[in-house]
């Protein structure tokens, strides 16, 4: 599976941004699609998460302000982000994997496939 994201940029605190992913290749299973991001000098953290079935799973630090969505006949995951903060600011990587229990979707290392990242800077 290659993943594919877009959609970041630069953003005044408080606006939006919809960040979007594409997977193409092996794309017949069901897949867990999760967003993570990366700030400079910082370790990757867990953002946002949908299950194949349908269930999302958000960080503490998003909740309310995010909302991922995934569109399977287009084989896309979303995330729409509004209310963005400057500690927002981050590279922003899709995630993908076909095997993940509920326990692991917020970790980062039982991803299988990642996607290249794509930056969203949010300025005060």
């Known amino acids: 599976v290659q993943l594919q994201a877009s959609g970041g940029g630069l953003v005044q605190a408080g606006g939006s941004l919809r960040l979007s992913c594409a997977a193409s290749g092996r794309t017949s299973s069901r897949y867990d699609l999760g967003w993570f991001r990366q700030a400079p000098g910082k370790d990757r953290e867990f953002v946002a998460a949908i299950r194949w079935s349908g269930g999302t799973y958000y960080a503490d630090s998003v909740k309310g302000r995010f909302a991922i969505s995934r569109d399977n006949a287009k084989n896309t995951v979303y995330l729409r982000m509004n209310s963005l903060k400057p500690e927002d600011t981050a590279i922003y990587y899709c995630?993908?994997?076909?095997?993940?229990?509920?326990?692991?979707?917020?970790?980062?290392?039982?991803?299988?496939?990642w996607g290249q990242g794509t930056l969203v800077t949010v300025s005060s």
């Open positions: 995630a993908a994997d076909s095997s993940l229990i509920p326990s692991s979707i917020r970790l980062s290392e039982q991803y299988s496939y």
